[in-house]
């Protein structure tokens, strides 16, 4: 007899605790926030302009865009900060400092911040770029020169 009740008891902790892991994981996978329509980098004159939509956005607080170049020392710097307005509308955003970085590769990565203040990487996105103020400066250089 009592070795049967000792197996109850064990067959409910183990029922118990797969129970909770089926929780656990189905929270996990339930709160992934964000799912991207798009993420578009597209040059215009010396500016780049960034833009996004999501198809989903739970608990989402802000968007956080960052830039990397080699003028970062290689490291993401905030460049833009959005609160979440919803999917209906996409986020805009124009980087007219693209020109100072010098880089000949830009690297953006897109973050959100949740409600709970935990952040997530959505996507980084990398662009070749040569600056068309060096290419300026080069040229009017070179045209002293001749």
């Known amino acids: 007899m009592h070795s049967n009740a000792h197996n109850k008891t064990h067959f409910l902790r183990a029922f118990t605790l797969i129970a909770a892991a089926f929780v656990f994981c189905g929270t996990m996978f339930l709160s992934s926030g964000v799912r991207l329509n798009f993420f578009k980098i597209q040059p215009e ?51 007219t400092q693209v020109y100072k970085s010098g880089s000949e590769q830009l690297d953006y990565r897109l973050q959100v911040i949740y409600a709970d203040g935990t952040r997530e990487v959505v996507t980084t996105r990398s662009i070749n770029y040569t600056s068309t103020a060096i290419r300026r400066t080069w040229g009017s250089l070179k045209a002293l020169f001749q």
Do not use: P
């Open 45 to 95: 004159g010396r500016d780049f302009v960034v833009t996004w939509r999501a198809d989903v956005e739970e608990d989402v607080r802000e968007y956080e865009l960052l830039r990397k170049t080699t003028m970062s020392n290689d490291q993401f710097v905030q460049v833009y900060i959005s609160r979440s307005h919803g999917t209906s509308k996409e986020y805009v955003f124009r980087d």
